[in-house]
C-alpha cells in the first residue's frame, strides 16, 4: 500500500462525505485528485500518481444485501435520557444494584450499565438524576450529558453477519453533521445517542436508509 493510499484512507476517515459523494458521482477522480494534492496529500507534480491510487482504490458500497436489512429494521426514538460517566471503582460496581432496584422496567423505565476498563457509564432517564444523585454521590463523576434521545434501531437476525452496518450508520449520521454522543449494540438492537437538537434530523436520516 503506497503512502499516498495510506494518506488518503485517513483523509475518508475523517471526511466520510467525499467517499459518498464520489460513489454517487457528485465529484470524479480528477477533481478530487486536485482536492488531494491541495490538501497537501501528494505534492504538486503527483495528480497522476493520485488518480492512479484513486482508479485502483476500493470504496465501500452498500450492497443490494445490505439495502434489505435496513429496509426490515424498526426505529423508535425515547428523549429526556441521561449518562452519567464515573471513575471505575470495585465499590461503585457493587453499589449499582441498588439502581436496578428502583427501575421499573415494565413501565418503560430506562437503566443500562456499561463498565469499561476506566469508567462506567450509567444511562437512564432524566426524572431519575435524583435517585443517582442519592445512591451515588461519594463517587467520583467525571461527565453528565443531558437532554439526549436514545434511537433503537433492532434489526433483522441476519445482521448480525452482515459487514459494515454499524459503519454505514455511523457514517450516514457523520455526513449530515449529527454527533453521536454513544453508542451501544446489543444484537440485533443498535442503540445511537444523539442530544435533543439532532434527533429528528437523526430520525429522518436513518429513515431513508430503509428506502
Known sequence: MSQIEQDF????SKNPEVETCYQQGLINRRSLARRLVKEGMAKGNQVEAVVAMLRRFEFRK????DKA???????????RVIIFDFDKEKELV???D????????????TLKIVVGSSSIKVFLDEEKEGTVKDILHKFNLKKRYKHL???????????I??????????????????VITELLTATPELLVYVDEKYVLKAYEVLKRLQR
Open 9 to 12: 484512507r485517513r483523509y475518508l
Open 149 to 159: 434521545s436514545e434511537i433503537s434501531m433492532i434489526f433483522p437476525d441476519v445482521a
Open 69 to 79: 436489512i435496513f429496509k426490515d429494521i424498526k426505529i423508535n426514538v425515547k428523549d
Open 98 to 109: 441498588k439502581l436496578i432496584a428502583h427501575t421499573n422496567y415494565d413501565k418503560g423505565d
Open 94 to 96: 457493587r453499589t449499582l
Open 161 to 178: 453477519d452482515e459487514i459494515g452496518i454499524i459503519s454505514t450508520v455511523a457514517k450516514e449520521l457523520a455526513v449530515n453533521d449529527i
Open 62 to 65: 452498500i450492497q443490494e444485501k
